[in-house]
């Protein structure tokens, strides 16, 4: 474990990885990343525990890793990287232990976060509740680009056959990060374990400075020639997908990144053929480890895209998605009716797109301002801008019938300025409608209009 101020916590820890998991005091490492509640103390008062203390400065993350791996740990063993707050609840570990299978290809293991399961969990005792009181025999294991919380058991034979960490990367998440895109560039996946629990804590907010953060983004740009690397599934686009878990499905996805969104969707629909197409040749690489994916510009004819790049010149699909795409386009209107020849009869597309009624944006417009910013709702990539109207009216002039759309990342909390702001927005209009001030994007569901 890597701590910064959690000496409580860590104390927490070392009890229950003792009690109810059997771990022995030598077979622990903690690192004190520049603590200040005495937390080093505490560890220098353990005579059998293993520790680092860092007590010059906030220490590089994967140089910590990687200095803890050298240190303390036999090639042999495998290596549980536990998030400091992240409780594992019984039997836990000893699952993620007997499901890591590097034979087979499963190098590393992670467990859910029981809080996602239930929305009844409110404490560590309601959880243990939950574990002893429902069904967690079986475990079902589906791959994901990375851990969202950063517990994860790693196979000696992952560190064994390739370089450790990227020293150069100072923070946690995207010193992980790094580490799970390298392994899927060698097949070497991350697997979730269902049914097998962490209780989390923590609110995701690192302890690395903005600073230190910025670096790494400009490092990650260099390295990987990527803006980010999302590694996080659309749901929002996935719920709109609603059939029999075992139909067989054709899905296309087009700028699929790095196909986080294409593996949830495999995890859903096992039996579903998954397809992409990204304009980024690295991404596309990285999700060609996913589903049949080629580097390709969906502005380009759709017929040549699917015989020249993708061999598929015959194939319709089921769904076709497209998650915050359209608005990067020149002309999204002639992509989407062009899809029209490669979806099946009552096939539907998928979409996530900005709305730029959002007040933030006309709280800036009526002042004279439109700043286009690096990410959000004035990308400076965006090329087309929408409103609710002008999604309908594009889906409708290319002969589609949507079907359901869905306000998203609607503003939760107002202060009385915004909200006085909206209510005038909102008389003033000929909807009257003030989610459409609030909505930052419109997912929708468009389905082909029969000939």
């Known amino acids: 474990m890597i701590a910064h101020n959690k000496k409580e916590i860590i104390k927490s820890q070392i009890e229950q990885l003792s009690s109810i998991h059997n771990i022995s005091m030598d077979s622990i490492t903690i690192v004190d990343n520049h603590s200040s509640?005495?937390?080093?103390?505490?560890?220098?008062?353990?005579?059998?525990?293993?520790?680092?203390?860092?007590?010059?400065?906030?220490?590089?993350?994967?140089?910590?890793?990687?200095?803890?791996?050298s240190e303390f740990v036999n090639t042999q063993n495998d290596i549980l990287i536990l998030d400091p707050d992240s409780f594992l609840l019984p039997e836990t570990l000893k699952k993620l232990s007997s499901a890591l299978n590097p034979d087979n290809g499963i190098y590393a293991v992670c467990p859910q976060n029981i809080l996602d399961i239930s929305n009844d969990i409110h404490s560590f005792s309601a959880a243990l509740n939950y574990v002893n009181n429902t069904d967690v025999s079986k475990i079902n294991l589906f791959k994901i680009i990375k851990p969202e919380i950063n517990t994860i058991l790693?196979?000696?034979?992952?560190?064994?056959?390739?370089?450790?960490?990227?020293?150069?990367?100072?923070?946690?998440?995207?010193?992980?990060?790094?580490?799970c895109i390298n392994n899927i560039l060698n097949d070497q996946f991350t697997y979730m374990a269902d049914n097998v629990y962490q209780y989390y804590i923590g609110n995701h907010n690192s302890y690395y400075s903005p600073t230190n953060r910025n670096c790494d983004l400009a490092y990650i740009r260099q390295k990987w020639h990527m803006n980010y690397i999302n590694t996080i599934p659309s749901s929002n686009l996935i719920s709109m997908i609603n059939e029999p878990i075992d139909k067989e499905l054709n899905v296309l996805e087009i700028g699929?990144?790095?196909?986080?969104?294409?593996?949830?969707?495999?995890?859903?629909?096992?039996?579903?053929?998954?397809?992409?197409?990204?304009?980024n040749p690295i991404s596309a690489e990285i999700a060609s480890h996913i589903a049949s994916v080629k580097t390709a510009n969906i502005e380009e004819s759709v017929a040549t895209i699917m015989k020249e790049k993708l061999d598929l010149e015959n194939i319709k699909f089921d769904y076709i998605l497209f998650g915050d795409v359209l608005e990067h386009l020149h002309n999204p209107s002639k992509v989407i009716h062009n899809c029209r020849h490669i979806l099946k009869k009552k096939g539907k597309i998928i979409s996530s797109i900005p709305n730029l009624m959002h007040f933030t944006v006309l709280h800036e417009l009526i002042n004279g301002n439109f700043h286009y910013t690096d990410t959000g709702l004035l990308d400076k990539t965006h090329i087309h801008f929408f409103t609710y109207n002008e999604i309908i009216k594009m889906y409708e002039e290319n002969d589609f019938n949507v079907i359901n759309t869905v306000a998203s990342n609607v503003t939760p909390m107002l202060s009385k300025k915004d909200s006085e702001f909206i209510d005038a927005l909102t008389k003033l209009s000929s909807h009257k409608s003030d989610i459409q001030f609030k909505a930052f994007q419109y997912i929708t569901l468009a389905e082909i209009k029969d000939t």
């Open 37 to 69: 509640d005495n937390l080093c103390d505490f560890l220098v008062s353990q005579s059998r525990l293993n520790y680092i203390i860092c007590d010059d400065k906030i220490e590089n993350y994967s140089l910590i890793l990687n200095t803890c791996i």
């Open 154 to 179: 790693l196979s000696h034979k992952l560190l064994s056959e390739h370089t450790l960490f990227d020293s150069q990367i100072i923070s946690d998440e995207l010193c992980l990060t790094d580490f």
């Open 256 to 279: 699929c990144d790095c196909g986080a969104t294409l593996l949830a969707i495999q995890a859903l629909y096992p039996n579903s053929t998954l397809y992409g197409i990204e304009i």
